[in-house]
C-alpha cells in the first residue's frame, strides 16, 4: 500500500489533543532560574543611566544585565540574507545607549521565580532622553539610525520590457492608490527558552519555541564564541509560528548568556503583551500603480511603486518587499513590468516575514487592478482573469522579474491556472451565484460575489537535510532539518518514509527541530518543510531501503530480485520461511566491514538541494454581505480551486488551506496594529486587536488539481501560505460588487466597521445617518 497520497490521520493528533505536547514551558530543569525583561515605555530615546542597585538587592534576585554586562555578546545579530542594496542595521541581545521602539529589551532580570523577577523589574532604574520618532514613511522623519539620514533601508527596482513606451502605447491607461496595514503572527504558544550551561563539558543546549533551530545554534555560536558542537538546540513541540518565531530575536542570545554566565539553567517565557510588544510584524505597505490594458481587458503594461515600513531594524534584510516586488505579476502575463521600492526604517517593531510574506500585498495590488480593468471595460471579472491567465502550454513561465534571493527569474514551473480558476468558478456556480446576489440587491440586501488567483513562491532552498536510521530493535527514526509548528510535519514525513521503506506511517518516528538529529538544517517557513524536507527525507529512506535489500540478499543467500518485504521483513520468495527483519539487518549493518560493501549502520544521511523554487497557483471565490447597521461583513460561501502538486496527505493540505483562509479574513476586516503618533502600541490585547473567530469563519468547498513539479523527485508544491494571500483580494471584490457602481472602491487593508461605512452608496448612508 502506498500512503503518500492518502487521507492519513495525523499520526500527533492523539498526543496533541490529550495534553501530552511538551512545549518549552514545559521544560524544568534542576536549579533553573526565571527571567523577566526590562522593555523600552519610549519609541526613540537615549538611554542616560541605569541603576540596577535596588533590583539586584530584592530578595530571590540573582542577576540584573544591562548590555554593558553583554561583552563581545552585545555585537549586533547577523542580518540573514544579505543584499547588495541594504543599507541594514540590527538589534542586539540589549539596547545599548539607544532605544529604537517601544519594547526594545534593555534589561534582563533573573531571580530564583519569576514572580520576585517581575517585582525587581520595577525596581530597575533607566532615565531616558526621549527624542523624536519617525512615525510616518514620509521623507524629513527623524532619523532611526544617525548614519542613515533618510530612514531609507534599501531602494530596489525590477524590470520586465520598456513600461514607458508601453504605457504610451496603450489603448487605455488608468492608476490607482492602495494601502495595507500592519498585522503579526499570533501563535497560541508564544515566544520562550530555556538555555543550560554544562561547564564540566562546556556544553549549552536550549529549548527554543523557534521555526529555526539551526539558524539559533549558528547565532549563539558566533556571538557567545561556541564551536558548533558545544550548542545543541531543541525546538520541541511548537504551538505555533505563522512567521512571528522566523527569526533569531535577542532574547534567543541573552537567555544562553545567562545560563553561561550564572551556570545555571534559565527560562524566560514571553507573556502575550510582550509579543504585541517586540515579536516582529508584517504587512505596511502603500502603492502607487499605474496600468495600461486594452479594450479586450488583456495587460499590456504595468507599473507598480510602493513604500514599505520595515520597522527599526532588518533582521531578515530585504525579503519581504522583495516579495512583493518579486511576485506582482502572480499569474498573469504581462509583456511590460516596472515593479520598485523604497524600504524605510521607522520607530516601530521590525518587520519580517509574516505568514505569506510579502505575497499578500502583491496578490493585492494585481487583482485590484484586474477588478479596475474589468470596471473600466464593462467585462466581467473572472473574464478578465482567463483572459489575462498564465496557459499550461506557455509553462515553465518566465515572468522576466528577479525572483527574492537574485538568483533567477520567477519561472512558474508548472500548472494549469485556468483550469483551476474554471474549477473554482464551476464549483462555486459563478454565474448562478452572481444572479442570485444580484437578485439579493435587488431586494436591498448587500450581497456580493468575488474572485482573485494567486501565486505562491513555495519549497525555497538553499537545501534541506535528513537522516533515517533504523536501531538494532528495528525503530525507524526519521530526523529532519525542518520543524514543526503544529502542521503536520510528523505525519507528511513519515508517510513519505513509509513509502520509501515499505513499511506504514505508524512503524516511522519522526524527530523534527534539533540540531543533534541532523548537522545542518534550515528551518520550517515559506511552504518548504514538506518541499524540501520530504524530498530529503524521500532520498535517505530510499538509500537505507536499498541497503537493506542489499544486506537482506546476503544474509539469505539470493539475488535481490528474489527478496519479498513483508513490513519490517524480507524473505527469500523461493524459502519463504527464511527471513530476516530490519532489526536483524541493523545488527548486521553495525558490524559492517569493508568485504560487506556497506558503511557501518543501517541509515542515511541526505541533504536535497532544490534546483529552483516551486510555485503553487490557485483561485477563490467568495460570496459576502455587508451589515450596513452593524457595518459587519458575514462570509455566505467560499470556494477554493488549489494546485500544490503532489499531495501527500489531502487531510493535511486542506487544514493548511483551511486555516490560511482564517488567517487571511483576519488580516482583511479584523486585525491591524496601530501606534500614536508618538510610537506608542494601541492594540496590545486582543479586545484592541480582533482574531477572527469561529463564527467568521466560513465553511469552505476546495477543489485539487494536481500538476507534478519538475523541480523535485516527488514533485510536490508547498501549501502553508496559499490560502491566505488572496483573502483580502477576493472579499475586497466581493465588497465592491455588494456596494455596486454607486458605493466606494476599496482601496486600503484592513477594512474595519468605520472603513466599511465609507464604501456604502451616498444613499444608503444619508438613510442610515437619518435613523
Not at 502506498?2 to 500527533?12: C, H, I, M, S, T
Not at 561547564?199 to 556571538?223: C, D, N, Y
Not at 517565557?269 to 502603492?287: G, K, S, W, Y
Not at 535517505?540 to 521483513?569: I, M, W, Y
Given at each position: ?81 544579505p543584499h547588495a542594496d541594504l543599507r541594514g542595521r540590527n538589534f542586539a541581545a540589549l539596547a545599548g545607549d539607544r532605544v529604537r521602539f517601544v519594547g526594545e529589551p534593555v534589561a534582563a532580570i533573573v531571580a530564583e521565580n519569576r514572580y520576585a523577577a517581575e517585582d525587581a523589574r520595577e525596581l530597575v532604574e533607566v532615565e531616558y532622553e526621549p527624542l523624536a520618532s519617525a512615525q510616518t514613511l514620509e521623507a524629513g522623519a527623524p532619523a532611526v539610525h544617525d548614519d542613515i539620514a ?622
Amino acid at each position: 500500500m502506498k500512503f503518500v497520497g492518502d487521507r492519513y490521520l495525523r499520526k500527533e493528533d492523539p498526543r496533541l489533543l490529550t495534553g501530552r505536547g511538551r512545549y518549552v514551558g514545559d521544560i524544568a530543569l534542576p536549579r533553573m532560574l526565571h527571567a523577566v525583561l526590562l522593555r523600552s515605555p519610549h519609541a526613540h530615546a537615549r538611554i542616560v543611566r541605569v541603576d540596577a542597585d535596588r533590583a539586584r538587592a530584592h530578595p530571590g534576585v540573582v542577576d540584573v544585565v544591562t548590555f554593558a554586562d553583554l561583552g563581545a555578546a552585545g555585537r549586533g545579530l547577523p542580518i540573514v540574507p544579505p543584499h547588495a542594496d541594504l543599507r541594514g542595521r540590527n538589534f542586539a541581545a540589549l539596547a545599548g545607549d539607544r532605544v529604537r521602539f517601544v519594547g526594545e529589551p534593555v534589561a534582563a532580570i533573573v531571580a530564583e521565580n519569576r514572580y520576585a523577577a517581575e517585582d525587581a523589574r520595577e525596581l530597575v532604574e533607566v532615565e531616558y532622553e526621549p527624542l523624536a520618532s519617525a512615525q510616518t514613511l514620509e521623507a524629513g522623519a527623524p532619523a532611526v539610525h544617525d548614519d542613515i539620514a533618510d530612514n531609507l533601508a534599501g531602494r530596489v527596482t525590477l524590470t520586465r520590457g520598456d513600461v514607458e513606451a508601453a504605457l504610451r502605447a496603450a489603448p487605455r491607461v488608468a492608476s490607482l492608490e492602495l494601502r495595507i496595514g500592519r498585522g503579526g503572527g499570533q501563535p497560541m504558544e508564544t515566544r520562550g527558552l530555556v538555555a543550560d550551561w554544562n561547564p564540566a563539558l562546556e556544553q549549552l543546549t536550549v529549548w527554543a519555541s523557534s521555526q529555526v533551530p539551526h539558524q539559533i545554534r549558528q547565532f549563539v555560536g558566533e556571538l557567545l564564541d561556541l564551536a558548533p558542537h558545544q550548542v545543541r538546540v531543541i525546538a520541541p513541540d511548537v504551538g505555533g509560528g505563522f512567521g512571528a518565531k522566523l527569526i533569531v530575536y535577542p532574547e534567543d542570545v541573552l537567555i544562553p548568556f545567562l545560563a553561561r554566565r550564572l551556570a545555571r539553567p534559565v527560562r524566560w517565557l514571553e507573556d502575550r503583551l510582550e509579543h504585541m510588544l517586540a515579536a516582529t510584524q508584517e504587512r505596511e505597505q502603500r502603492h502607487e500603480v499605474t496600468i495600461g490594458f486594452d479594450d479586450a481587458g488583456r495587460l499590456v503594461a504595468l507599473r507598480d511603486h510602493f513604500v514599505h515600513d520595515t520597522g527599526a531594524y532588518t533582521p531578515r534584510g530585504l525579503v519581504v518587499p522583495l516579495l512583493t516586488a518579486s511576485m506582482l505579476t502572480g499569474p498573469y502575463r504581462i509583456p511590460a513590468v516596472e515593479s520598485s521600492f523604497d524600504s524605510r526604517y521607522t520607530h516601530r517593531v521590525p518587520v519580517t516575514p509574516y505568514r505569506g510574506a510579502g505575497q499578500p500585498q502583491a496578490v493585492f495590488v494585481i487583482e485590484r487592478v484586474l477588478d479596475l480593468v474589468a470596471r473600466e471595460t464593462g467585462r466581467d471579472r473572472a473574464e478578465v482573469r482567463l483572459a489575462n491567465l498564465v496557459r499550461a502550454e506557455d509553462m515553465p513561465w518566465d515572468t522576466g522579474l528577479p525572483n527574492y534571493r537574485g538568483s533567477g527569474h520567477v519561472i512558474l514551473d508548472s500548472g494549469d491556472p485556468p483550469s483551476v480558476v474554471r474549477r473554482a468558478l464551476e464549483s462555486a456556480r459563478y454565474e448562478a451565484l452572481g444572479a442570485e446576489a444580484a437578485a439579493a440587491r435587488a431586494r436591498g440586501r448587500l450581497v456580493g460575489v468575488g474572485v482573485a488567483a494567486y501565486v505562491e513562491l513555495t519549497g525555497v532552498g538553499p537545501f534541506e537535510s535528513a537522516r533515517v536510521r533504523v536501531d538494532p530493535a528495528g525503530r525507524i527514526t526519521a530526523f529532519s532539518g525542518v520543524s514543526t509548528q503544529g502542521q503536520g510535519l510528523e505525519t507528511t514525513l513519515a508517510q513519505v518514509a513509509a513509502d520509501e521503506l515499505g513499511v506504514t506511517p505508524a512503524d516511522v518516528t519522526v524527530v523534527t527541530g534539533d540540531t543533534a538529529g541532523v548537522e545542518h538544517g534550515v528551518g520550517s517557513f515559506a511552504s518548504r518543510a514538506a518541499v524540501v524536507g520530504g524530498n530529503a527525507v524521500a532520498l535517505a529512506a530510499r538509500e537505507v531501503s536499498a541497503k537493506a535489500r542489499l544486506l537482506a540478499a546476503r544474509a539469505l543467500g539470493c539475488a535481490e530480485a528474489d527478496l519479498e518485504q513483508a513490513g519490517a521483513a524480507f524473505a527469500d520468495r523461493r524459502r519463504p520461511e527464511r527471513r530476516v527483519s530490519f532489526a536483524d539487518l541493523s545488527r548486521l549493518a553495525g558490524a559492517a566491514t569493508a568485504a560487506l560493501g556497506v558503511e557501518p549502520g543501517l541509515e542515511s544521511t541526505r541533504v536535497f538541494q532544490p534546483t529552483d523554487i516551486t510555485y503553487s497557483f490557485g483561485a477563490q471565490v467568495a460570496l459576502v454581505e455587508l451589515d450596513p447597521l452593524s457595518a459587519c461583513v458575514r462570509i455566505l460561501g467560499f470556494w477554493i480551486g488549489h494546485d500544490s502538486g503532489r499531495l501527500i496527505n489531502p487531510l493535511v493540505v486542506e487544514g493548511q488551506l483551511q486555516g490560511a483562509v482564517a488567517l487571511g479574513i483576519g488580516s482583511a476586516l479584523l486585525e491591524e496594529i496601530r501606534y500614536d503618533e508618538s510610537g506608542q502600541l494601541l492594540a496590545g490585547t486582543y479586545m484592541d486587536y480582533l482574531l477572527p473567530t469561529a463564527t467568521d469563519v466560513p465553511t469552505m468547498v476546495i477543489d485539487h488539481l494536481e500538476t507534478l513539479s519538475p523541480l523535485n523527485p516527488l514533485g510536490l508544491k508547498g501549501v502553508g501560505e496559499s490560502g491566505a494571500l488572496p483573502v483580502p483580494a477576493v472579499l475586497a471584490s466581493a465588497i465592491e460588487d455588494a456596494v455596486g457602481p454607486r458605493g466606494g472602491r476599496v482601496t486600503r487593508m484592513p477594512l474595519g466597521p468605520a472603513r466599511l461605512l465609507e464604501l456604502l452608496p451616498p444613499s444608503l448612508a444619508e438613510a442610515l445617518d437619518r435613523g
